[in-house]
């Protein structure tokens, strides 16, 4: 169903909130009557922060400006004689508004769109299957929505008080003015002859008594008003401060969490704007009562009465200082985080925002954010507010941005585009520690004032910890001391301590959502693969989970000391299967044609109960980022006897060469892809298409591989002019021919009866020359 279907069934605050989005920038009418059309056009294939995307932005506006006057054309009697003139008058006010800044259009219907999408979503959450999600995330946003209009009815409440107030005073005062003035008729008597005294004495004494005693009422009365409304202000502020709670520490903190979760894979950390549109309410709610404090203060200036509330005004106004300027500092952040691996020299980018910078008019002055690398100590110091002397540990080019507001939105930002790491300085490493274990932070700090320049703030905030390489080879590490520190870092931490050992299921846990993320896949790791993992992170054999529920793993065990018998780490070897599937099996693996996390003793176990030819797909044990195939065959020394063959593996260059798919049909050995499915059912989709008949009298040659042990000769050789090499890429554990081929050592064995691929490849290549040579002779002198 169409988004604007159902965003017009909306009720109540939801409803509120969508009619909020439109406005003079973008009619509610044109949403209605191009809806089909704004729905269904590509917004989000344009990047807002790339200008050379304002040609396919301008191509948009003119589409829609097209698009309502060809409404309004269709428009006819007497009600379709208004739209037509308002629709014309819509399209020019929008070729008027966004004709020089198309992008801003783009970005106005972006944010509609989304907001439209997440309030339906909001208001149907019962029927999706995250409906108790949902119910959870609606009540708590019920929460913090009824927690606005209590603020909303207290800050009302007090509106009215102080009004109140100040007409008693500016009564009080008048009637004051009156005593004043009696006493100063009482004091010119004197000058009267005595018959004129007495005759006048007596009522002004009488006006004066009765003034007085009203008086001295009255200031006891607009003393209890003026105590009344600072123990109100008391409670509005107590509710402030606890809303602000839970929007900064535990929403706004919850996001964070969940950026950081996403620079490990996990689920996008979703829009700022419900976030945005809370702090904006608080900002505007702080301000309004702190502007009654002012002026409550300003009556107790005015009309100085003894008693209490000089100091109860004064800690009312340094308590909503502190709660404003923890809204602002806190609401400055980094939407956008810079790449968490940096490399130095490399072009980046990164976006802050301020998510009160529009309410507080911070905008009317665009204020200047600047970028700064320092190292974790520096980090640390400053969180301190030690001294730490401007000082930084490297250089960033491009490194200054100004906050631009976007009025379709609200939002208040600086896009740092074009920034580069020039040079990093690195500190004294800690023991066994490795550069790629050093973390850094990016550092984004301005200045910037409020209310006319009342409230002058100072704002910092830090990115998540980076680590800088100068080579792409230091990538692997960098990416684990990252994943680790996403994974595992505590909220409120000192920068940047993790702990040095987690519990296994943590790390499964961090190691599924990478895997998912970089081989974009929903198929991770299953209980099988991770505990395979185990084993292999254990060096154990037990294949029961529960084994390893309560087991620990250090970062020292994760990517510090090398494999029993390897040369590599577990996050290394790990890596290496992600990048291979990521490269070169992603398909496969969705498929699930790829079992993978085996070792080469179950896939025996598992092969030996299965039909000859019945093969699997495994991950190497000893090389990183390698695949090999097993499969049951017949041993060819002793009859009646079945054995399991393993191929060398392939890595990434073999799969430049030819693709696995290919590599399997070259294979005719292999008939069954475990447990039983035939393998060209399984593979065929991916198999390269034969090649097309000769052109120009060239035949084109191509690689096939072979296993020599399996060959199976060919019956009629002149049937295959193309007939290409044998790039084998052959079995292991027992050297041994059969068949065509005599049980002689062959050169193209290693010590252990292991074929090397390179060599093999490199022959193949030199073959595929030499039947070239012939057959471009033969054919050019057909030719010629």
């Known amino acids: 169903m169409a988004v604007w279907i159902q965003a017009q069934q909306l009720q109540g605050d939801a409803l509120h909130q969508m009619q909020s989005l439109y406005g003079q920038h973008f009619p509610i009418e044109v949403r209605h009557y191009l809806s089909q059309w704004i729905e269904g056009q590509l917004w989000d294939a344009i990047d807002l922060e790339n200008p050379q995307e304002e040609i396919k932005a301008k191509r948009l506006l003119d589409s829609l400006i097209q698009e309502l006057q060809k409404k309004a054309e269709h428009q006819v009697g007497e009600d379709g004689f208004l739209l037509k003139i308002k629709l014309g008058h819509y399209a020019s006010q929008l070729k008027s508004t966004y004709d020089r800044c198309p992008l801003e259009l783009v970005r106005c219907i972006k944010h509609i769109l989304y907001t439209e999408q997440r309030l339906v979503r909001e208001a149907t959450n019962s029927s999706s299957p995250v409906g108790g999600l949902m119910d959870s995330m609606s009540q708590k946003y019920h929460q913090i929505n009824q927690a606005f209009e209590e603020l909303r009815i207290l800050t009302q409440d007090t509106e009215n008080d102080l009004r109140k107030l100040q007409h008693n005073q500016e009564y009080f005062i008048i009637q004051y003015q009156e005593s004043l003035r009696i006493q100063a008729q009482l004091s010119s008597l004197a000058t009267l002859p005595p018959a004129d005294r007495q005759l006048r004495e007596p009522s002004l004494l009488s006006k004066r008594a009765t003034v007085e005693a009203w008086l001295t009422r009255e200031a006891n009365t607009l003393q209890k008003y003026r105590l009344g409304l600072a123990e109100k202000h008391q409670k509005t502020l107590a509710l402030l401060r606890k809303q602000q709670t839970v929007i900064l520490d535990d929403e706004l903190i919850q996001w964070k969490r969940r950026q950081q979760l996403a620079g490990n894979g996990g689920p996008p950390e979703g829009g700022l704007d419900i976030l945005q549109s809370w702090c904006e309410k608080l900002a505007e709610t702080i301000w309004q009562n702190r502007q009654q404090i002012r002026r409550a203060e300003h009556l107790r200036q005015q009309l100085p ?237 037990s294949v029961n989970p529960e084994d390893y529920r309560n087991m620990t793993m250090t970062w020292s065990q994760f990517n510090r000391e090398s494999l029993p018998g390897r040369n590599f780490t577990f996050w290394q070897w790990f890596d290496g299967v992600m990048e291979l599937t990521k490269k070169h099996l992603k398909p496969h693996w969705n498929d699930g044609a790829i079992l993978g996390f085996v070792n080469k003793q179950q896939a025996q176990d598992m092969l030996m109960s299965k039909p000859n030819g019945t093969f699997l797909l495994r991950f190497s044990d000893s090389e990183i980022g390698g695949i090999t195939i097993a499969w049951v065959a017949e041993n060819p020394n002793k009859a009646g006897e079945r054995m399991v063959w393993n191929l060398m593996p392939y890595t990434t260059k073999d799969f430049s060469i030819r693709s696995l798919a290919d590599r399997i049909s070259d294979l005719n050995h292999l008939l069954f892809l475990y447990p039983d499915r035939p393998k060209d059912e399984v593979f065929s989709k991916y198999y390269t298409p034969p090649l097309s008949k000769a052109v120009d009298g060239y035949v084109k040659p191509q690689i096939k591989q072979v296993v020599p042990e399996f060959a199976t000769p060919n019956p009629d050789p002149a049937a295959n002019p193309t007939y290409m090499d044998h790039a084998a890429s052959p079995a292991v554990n027992q050297p041994h021919a059969y068949g065509l081929y005599p049980p002689i050592g062959d050169p193209m064995l290693d010590a252990d009866g292991d074929f090397d691929l390179d060599d093999t490849m490199d022959v193949a290549r030199h073959v595929e020359e030499l039947l070239r040579r012939p057959m471009e002779g033969q054919w050019s002198g057909q030719q010629s």
């Open 305 to 541: 009465i003894p008693g209490p509330i000089e100091e109860l005004l004064t800690e009312l106004n340094s308590t909503i200082t502190d709660i404003i300027s923890a809204l602002v500092t806190s609401t400055f952040i980094i939407e956008k985080q810079p790449p968490q691996v940096l490399k130095t020299q490399t072009k980046f980018a990164a976006t802050v925002r301020l998510l009160v910078g529009g309410k507080l008019n911070v905008h009317m002055n665009p204020p200047q954010v600047k970028a700064t690398i320092i190292s974790e100590q520096q980090a640390k110091a400053l969180l301190k507010n030690e001294n730490t002397r401007n000082d930084s540990s490297g250089e960033i080019l491009n490194n200054n941005c100004v906050m631009e507001y976007h009025q379709t939105t609200g939002t208040l930002s600086a896009h740092f585009r074009n920034m580069s790491l020039k040079r990093i300085r690195r500190s004294d490493r800690r023991g066994a520690e490795s550069v790629t274990e050093e973390k850094f932070t990016i550092l984004f700090e301005s200045q910037f004032s409020v209310g006319g320049n009342e409230l002058v703030f100072q704002v910092k905030t830090l990115s998540l910890p980076v680590v800088v390489i100068v080579h792409g080879s230091q990538d692997n590490n960098a990416t684990a001391t990252v994943l680790w520190d996403n994974a595992f870092a505590e909220p409120g931490r000192v920068p940047f301590i993790v702990p040095d050992k987690v519990l296994w299921p943590q790390l499964c846990e961090a190691l599924n959502m990478k895997y998912k993320a970089e081989v974009q896949s929903n198929r991770g790791l299953s209980e099988e693969n991770l505990v395979f993992l185990a084993q292999k992170a254990f060096s154990s054999s």
